[in-house]
């Protein structure tokens, strides 16, 4: 028996990777390399682009100059090539709300370490009215969504090289890429449709064991 490639979930159509991938960020290896790699902001609608003004002047003193630049020429999103809404760039890769500092991962420091300043911002904030975090496209990665013409809403699985160390790490910890993403997937679609998922994914993985 081949594995089913894609699933429906309520009304949302959704790549079979999704639950059968295992992933978990590895900020020591990578550093937040996924903000600043890539030609393209990241997606965000028109919601979430009103979202992020009213969170500027909260972060503006963690943007470097270059960004503050550029958000006060062009906002803090505009249209890219493929005429996606995404956030506005840096030199033609970085991600305007990219900051820098160093944290703790299980333990030890890692050093000038890439993160969201609108993240850091609103963690930092926890517990204030503010239910904005950061772009859903990217809390999601790496899942991606896509809305076709008909409405229809489709996620799929996407395997980027700077993510390999991600990928490395969920295979050591058997973390599913849905489990990974609870949190993510379930603010954006609702804890009825998660549990729906995680449901569809014990069945998918009894599927696996008989075939």
């Given at each position: 028996?081949?594995?089913?490639?894609?699933?429906?979930?309520?009304?949302?159509?959704?790549?079979?990777?999704?639950?059968?991938?295992?992933?978990?960020?590895?900020?020591?290896?990578?550093?937040?390399?996924?903000?600043?790699?890539?030609?393209?902001?990241?997606?965000?609608?028109?919601?979430?682009?009103?979202?992020?003004?009213?969170?500027?002047?909260?972060?503006?003193?963690?943007?470097?100059?270059?960004?503050?630049?550029?958000?006060?020429?062009?906002?803090?999103?505009?249209?890219?090539?493929?005429?996606?809404?995404?956030?506005?760039?840096?030199?033609?890769?970085?991600?305007?709300?990219?900051?820098?500092?160093?944290?703790?991962?299980?333990?030890?420091?890692?050093?000038?370490?890439?993160?969201?300043?609108?993240?850091?911002?609103?963690?930092q904030k926890a517990g204030t009215n503010s239910q904005f975090i950061k772009p859903i496209s990217c809390a999601l990665y790496p899942i991606r969504e896509k809305t076709f013409s008909d409405g229809t809403v489709a996620l799929n699985y996407h395997q980027w090289d700077v993510c390999r160390s991600a990928r490395e790490k969920g295979k050591a910890l058997h973390l599913p890429v849905y489990k990974f993403l609870k949190g993510p997937l379930t603010r954006r679609f609702g804890e009825v449709w998660y549990h729906e998922l995680c449901d569809a994914a014990e069945e998918l993985r009894s599927y696996i064991e008989q075939s």
């Open positions: 028996m081949s594995l089913p490639p894609i699933l429906q979930i309520g009304e949302i159509l959704i790549s079979s990777e999704i639950l059968t991938a295992e992933f978990c960020c590895d900020l020591a290896v990578c550093k937040g390399a996924c903000c600043v790699e890539g030609d393209a902001g990241a997606p965000v609608t028109l919601d979430e682009v009103m979202q992020i003004e009213d969170c500027v002047d909260n972060v503006w003193s963690d943007l470097s100059a270059s960004a503050q630049a550029v958000i006060d020429k062009q906002g803090v999103a505009y249209t890219d090539r493929e005429g996606d809404l995404v956030t506005s760039i840096v030199g033609g890769k970085d991600c305007v709300f990219t900051c820098y500092d160093d944290i703790d991962v299980d333990g030890e420091t890692v050093k000038h370490c890439c993160l969201c300043a609108l993240e850091r911002a609103a963690r």
